[in-house]
C-alpha cells in the first residue's frame, strides 16, 4: 500500500488504474479518490442535492435514481445522449425506459 504522499491529489484516470493494477493503491484509497473526483466535477448537481434534499427525502422523487454520494442531475437530452447540469455528457443506457415500463408493452427501439 502506497503512502499517503506516493498518491498526486487529483490523479488522472490513468494514474489511477496503473496504481490500482500495480498495487500501490488499495481498494478504500481508489473509491476516496474516485469520490473525490466525482464531487469535484459535479458541484453544480451537489448544490441542487443539497437544495432538494431540504424538501423531498433523498433529493428526488424517484428512489431508483439516486446514487452516493449524491445524484446527477440531468439537464437535458439529445437521443441516447443526456447532459448534466455540470456539462457531462453520458450515454443513457435507459433510453426510452419510462414509456417501456409505463406502457405496459414491448416497444421497437
Same mark, same amino acid.
Given at each position: 500500500? *502506497?503512502?499517503? *504522499? *506516493? ?6 484516470? @490513468? /494514474?489511477?488504474?496503473?496504481?490500482? $493494477? ?5 481498494? &478504500?484509497? #481508489? =473509491?476516496?479518490? /474516485?469520490? &473525490?473526483? +466525482?464531487? @469535484?466535477?459535479?458541484?453544480?448537481? =451537489? $448544490?441542487?442535492?443539497?437544495? /432538494?434534499? $431540504? ?5 428526488? #422523487?424517484?428512489? %431508483?435514481? +439516486?446514487? *452516493?454520494? +449524491?445524484? !446527477?442531475?440531468?439537464?437535458?437530452? @439529445?437521443?441516447?445522449? %443526456? +447532459? ?15 414509456? !417501456?415500463? =409505463?406502457?405496459?408493452? #414491448?416497444?421497437? =427501439?
Amino acid at each position: 500500500m *502506497a503512502s499517503p *504522499a *506516493a498518491i498526486p491529489m487529483n490523479p488522472s484516470e @490513468e /494514474a489511477i488504474k496503473i496504481q490500482v $493494477k500495480t498495487g500501490n493503491m488499495n481498494l &478504500k484509497e #481508489t =473509491l476516496e479518490v /474516485a469520490q &473525490k473526483r +466525482f464531487v @469535484e466535477r459535479n458541484s453544480r448537481s =451537489l $448544490k441542487i442535492f443539497e437544495e /432538494a434534499t $431540504k424538501s423531498l427525502p433523498g433529493g428526488n #422523487t424517484r428512489h %431508483v435514481l +439516486f446514487t *452516493a454520494p +449524491f445524484p !446527477v442531475y440531468l439537464q437535458r437530452g @439529445e437521443g441516447h445522449q %443526456v +447532459f448534466s447540469e455540470d456539462d457531462q455528457m453520458y450515454v443513457s443506457y435507459k433510453y426510452r425506459y419510462d414509456m !417501456v415500463r =409505463l406502457s405496459g408493452r #414491448t416497444i421497437s =427501439l
